[in-house]
T-cell receptor
Framework: GESVGLHLPTLSVQEGDNSIINCAYS??????FIWYKQESGKGPQFIID?????DKRQGQRVTVLLNKTVKHLSLQIAATQPGDSAVYFC???????????FGKGNQVVVIP | DAGVIQSPRHEVTEMGQEVTLRCKPI?????LFWYRQTMMRGLELLIY????????DSGMPEDRFSAKMPNASFSTLKIQPSEPRDSAVYFC?????????????FGNGTRLTVT
């Protein structure tokens, strides 16, 4: 897809290892954050979200951590699988009129 | 639910031609968004609708771009005339509402190539 490009930060992970993807957000007033996964040729797919009154939320094999002090968001993927290879975007609702603002994306490459 | 459906998946056209991209949002979602994605600029919001009414079109690049939503289940994004710099992937997304607790659900996009 268009989002996979030479200029994206890339994380190479061995299959079975844990992955951590980081995101710095910009608006201290943002109170809702989302992680999306985008595979080649597809649209961004919702993975997990978190509200600002929480600092951690877990899903299936994924955990999102929020540190409001330093405006940092991370996505942890446990036991990374080949199907996890994709571009991952963080989004915050700090855009104009409370709309979502997307980060540039991080590419994850899983090595079998 | 079939999710957000976009057509066509790919569009190749010559500069100066009219291009129409189509979107069917998820049933029951009151908000519809059109995004453009390029390697250089990432995901850019072009316009969004609430209950079929355009709310903010400040992201539309120029007058060559127009969007309509004649009913709750259909929207179009039109480019006339198209230019090579319009080449990108165009995504439609919908949500039940905006703000906290309402993520966007994206279609699989239309890859537009203008030669």
């Amino acid at each position: 897809g268009e989002s996979v490009g030479l200029h994206l930060p890339t994380l190479s992970v061995q299959e079975g290892d844990n992955s951590i993807i980081n995101c710095a957000y910009s608006n201290s007033a943002s109170d809702y954050f989302i992680w999306y996964k985008q595979e080649s040729g597809k649209g961004p797919q919702f993975i997990i979200d978190i509200r600002s009154n929480m600092d951690k939320r877990q899903g299936q094999r994924v955990t999102v951590l929020l540190n409001k002090t330093v405006k940092h968001l991370s996505l942890q993927i446990a036991a990374t699988q080949p199907g996890d290879s994709a571009v991952y975007f963080c989004a915050e609702n700090g855009g104009k009129n409370n709309r979502l603002a997307f980060g540039k994306g991080n590419q994850v490459v899983v090595i079998p | 639910d079939a999710g957000v459906i976009q057509s066509p998946r790919h569009e190749v056209t010559e500069m100066g031609q009219e291009v129409t991209l189509r979107c069917k949002p998820i049933s029951g979602h009151d908000y519809l968004f059109w995004y453009r994605q390029t390697m250089m600029r990432g995901l850019e919001l072009l316009i969004y609708f609430n209950n079929n009414v355009p709310i903010d079109d400040s992201g539309m690049p120029e007058d060559r771009f127009s969007a309509k939503m004649p009913n709750a289940s259909f929207s179009t994004l039109k480019i006339q005339p198209s230019e090579p710099r319009d080449s990108a992937v165009y995504f439609c997304a919908s949500s039940q509402r905006t703000g906290t607790g309402s993520p966007l659900h994206f279609g699989n996009g239309t890859r537009l190539t203008v030669t």
